[in-house]
């Protein structure tokens, strides 16, 4: 180490101190096992031009293009070893080698040391520079994502916070600099169950787009869409259609009635109605509600727009169709999986399609059953040690018919045998399983000899409780 080298350290705050591992001896660990040295890192001057490692750096860009992630970290190790003993390289430009380190080290999963390495690309910024200098911003994200990816996204919403501070200051309040960092700071403050937080930065982005362009402009609908997505999420499904309808409204202002980025809009539009299917099982009259609305302006977009592929077609009309399936409207629910069977019989290609599509029972609509055989039943308040728990499974076999309902179920197997309330509960969990029926020759057929397997954890007590009743 130089002299000067050893002169500059002393600057550097001693959270920037890291576990040295010189590419020299990487034989001897993994790469990426611990933070790489910033013990000696450059020398007071900031970045120039060109500076050492140049080739290094090159083979790390080229490593890492190529998914050689082991091959991309010993470049980047070897390139901050390099610049560590040259000594003088200037605060940038160690910082960078610092940060390119860290990067591939995130993508490894190897999160302490890139953490690490972050922290210390920043810490040289702030001594180089200062600690509003806007060549913070990246690193500072950079190492917010870091956190959140391995699970701490508590940690990374301080980091985001002064992330947006920064570019405030240099850029302007209003700047679109901070939109990709308000994104992923929805991430983690939906991920620590600050919902209203969540809503609040997405609001921020969309007022963003709207300072800087209007609030009828197209380039405002990636914030709409992000809006959307994070009511849906929340179960606020009357929220989320409200956002689409003014998605709707801009992109029909800006693009015509049939234009074909209204599909997925009207598609998940569709989908919002989706969520209150327990209600098909005790309705006596069948009912299609307001999803249909919009399900069936999709078909209309392919059926209008010349440019609609017939991919798109099929998957409106399955959409359509199936959504009448699980609604139990059948008379409607065939006349669309009719017209996708005729769609899907022009070539081989499509005929593929048909197999996998029509000519086969499509499940669509699922039951998760708890793994755990608990009826409530207690010998006593003591807790019971997992090994206590015993392996069963309970088999039920079925008919899928031309209504897409389930028919004829039975238990052909089970362990152990005789569990009577299991048995029970998985044969009304197949009672609520809802198909797209199989179609031959363009009609509904039966479909027999369907299985339900369910495997589940129980204790003798529960056993011997319930076995019998």
Not at 352 to 380: I, K, M, Q, T, W
Request: glycine content about 6%.
């Amino acid at each position: 180490m130089t002299a000067s080298v050893r002169a500059w350290c002393k600057y550097l705050p001693a959270a920037a101190w890291l576990a040295v591992a010189p590419a020299a001896a990487e034989d001897e660990e993994s790469p990426g096992s611990t933070a790489h040295s910033v013990a000696a890192l450059a020398g007071p001057a900031l970045a120039t031009s060109t500076s050492p490692g140049e080739e290094y750096r090159r083979h790390y860009r080229e490593a890492l293009a190529n998914g050689e992630l082991v091959e991309a970290e010993t470049a980047a190790k070897q390139r901050l070893d390099l610049l560590v003993h040259a000594g003088g390289t200037g605060y940038g430009v160690m910082a960078d080698a610092l940060a390119d380190l860290a990067h591939v080290q995130g993508r490894r999963e190897l999160y302490v040391p890139a953490v690490a390495n972050y922290e210390a690309a920043i810490a040289l910024l702030e001594q180089g520079e200062d600690r509003l200098s806007a060549s913070l911003v990246e690193p500072l994200v950079a190492l917010a994502g870091i956190h959140a990816a391995s699970g701490r996204p508590e940690l990374a919403l301080p980091v985001y916070e002064r992330a947006l501070h920064v570019t405030q200051v240099n850029a302007g309040p209003h700047t679109l600099g901070q939109v990709e960092i308000l994104d992923a700071m929805t991430d983690a403050l939906e991920a620590t169950g600050r919902d209203a937080a969540a809503l609040q930065a997405v609001d921020r982005m969309f007022w963003l787009y709207a300072r800087a362009f209007s609030p009828d402009s197209e380039e405002v609908l990636p914030a709409l869409h992000r809006k959307a997505e994070l009511y849906r999420t929340l179960e606020r499904y009357a929220d989320e259609r409200n956002v689409y309808r003014e998605i709707t409204r801009i992109i029909k202002s800006r693009r015509g009635e049939h234009h074909l980025s209204l599909l997925d809009v009207y598609s998940a539009m569709g989908r919002t109605y989706f969520h209150d299917l327990d209600d098909v099982y005790f309705r006596s009259e069948p009912t299609t509600e307001t999803g249909e609305t919009f399900l069936r302006r999709a078909v209309e977009v392919t059926e209008q727009n010349p440019h609609a592929t017939w991919q798109m077609q099929q998957k409106a009309l399955f959409e359509l169709a199936d959504y009448y399936t699980l609604r139990n409207v059948q008379d409607k629910a065939r006349m669309r999986y009719r017209r996708a069977w005729e769609l899907l019989s022009a070539d081989e290609e499509r005929l593929e399609h048909r197999r996998r599509g029509l000519e086969r029972v499509v499940p669509l609509l699922g039951v998760n059953l708890d793994p755990v055989a608990n009826f409530g039943y207690r010998s006593s308040n003591e807790e019971t040690d997992p090994a206590d728990y015993q392996q069963g499974y309970v088999v039920a076999r079925f008919t899928v018919n031309d209504r897409g309902r389930t028919t004829d179920i039975r238990i052909v197997d089970a362990d152990p045998p005789g569990f009577t309330a299991m048995e029970t509960r998985v044969r009304q969990a197949v009672r609520r399983l809802i198909f797209r029926p199989r179609y031959v020759d363009g009609e509904p057929v039966h479909t027999p000899d369907r299985e339900f397997r369910h495997e589940f954890r129980y204790r003798a007590a529960d056993f011997e409780a319930f076995a019998r009743e």
